[in-house]
């Protein structure tokens, strides 16, 4: 069965400093590996996936994730925080595109000025 | 586009009580998803549809739980009765065709059920 661990429940970084946000996923076989974000009161975004291919992958918001198959982890990056940026992420893994994805507890990011 | 609609995105209902919670998904999408979510257990998938037929239905929690999807563009989460520990915020999403550009999930703004 798959699943998700986001080791990570809450990360606080200044404004305009770097960010990683560490998934580590469980899968027999070639995951489908998504991150969302989640404002308060709001519904999921997605903010960028992996099927195949180059496994750098860049999203919405100036972020971008990077799949380490020996690793079993897609860590998410930003290289200078907003505070905009202050949600909560779900890191998800998926046996095909787009069903019965499982996702991972959340990390919330507070950015601090 | 106006993206996948809840409604209502809050209620406040009794022990006991029939709640039923309404999603329009996008228009074009051909699958549909109900998830929970809680403090303690986080995002959960209940059921999803595909081309408006119920393939999974192992989420859902037990037997006062149901699901309908009549169309392309309406579905529905029932709870009937209603219990306090279904006090949770109920998203739907809804993903385009297999290979698509739209084939990922894309969610709603939730529903927060709180029953009393």
């Known amino acids: 069965a798959q699943s998700v661990t986001q080791p990570d429940i809450h990360i606080t970084v200044s404004e305009g400093a770097s960010l990683e946000l560490r998934c580590n996923y469980s899968y027999g076989a070639t995951p489908y590996l998504f991150w969302y974000v989640q404002s308060p009161g709001q519904g999921l975004q997605l903010l960028l996936k992996y099927f195949s291919g180059d496994t750098l992958v860049q999203g919405i918001k100036g972020f971008e994730a990077e799949f380490k198959r020996s690793q079993s982890s897609f860590n998410l990056r930003k290289p200078s925080v907003h505070w905009s940026d202050a949600a909560e992420y779900f890191c998800a893994v998926g046996a095909s595109r787009g069903n019965k994805l499982v996702f991972g507890a959340g990390t919330i990011l507070r950015v601090k000025s | 586009d106006a993206g996948v609609i809840q409604s209502p995105r809050h209620e406040v209902t009794e022990m006991g009580q029939e709640v039923t919670l309404r999603c329009k998904p996008i228009?074009?999408?051909?699958?549909l998803f109900w998830y929970r979510q809680t403090m303690m257990r986080g995002l959960e998938l209940l059921i999803y549809f595909n081309n408006n037929v119920p393939i999974d239905d192992s989420g859902m929690p037990e037997d006062r739980f149901s699901a309908k999807m009549p169309n392309a563009s309406f579905s529905t989460l029932k709870i009937q009765p209603s219990e306090p520990r279904d006090s949770a915020v109920y998203f739907c999403a809804s993903r385009g065709l297999s290979g698509s550009n739209t084939d990922t999930q894309y969610f709603g703004p939730g529903t927060r059920l709180t029953v009393l």
């Open positions: 228009s074009g999408h051909n699958s």
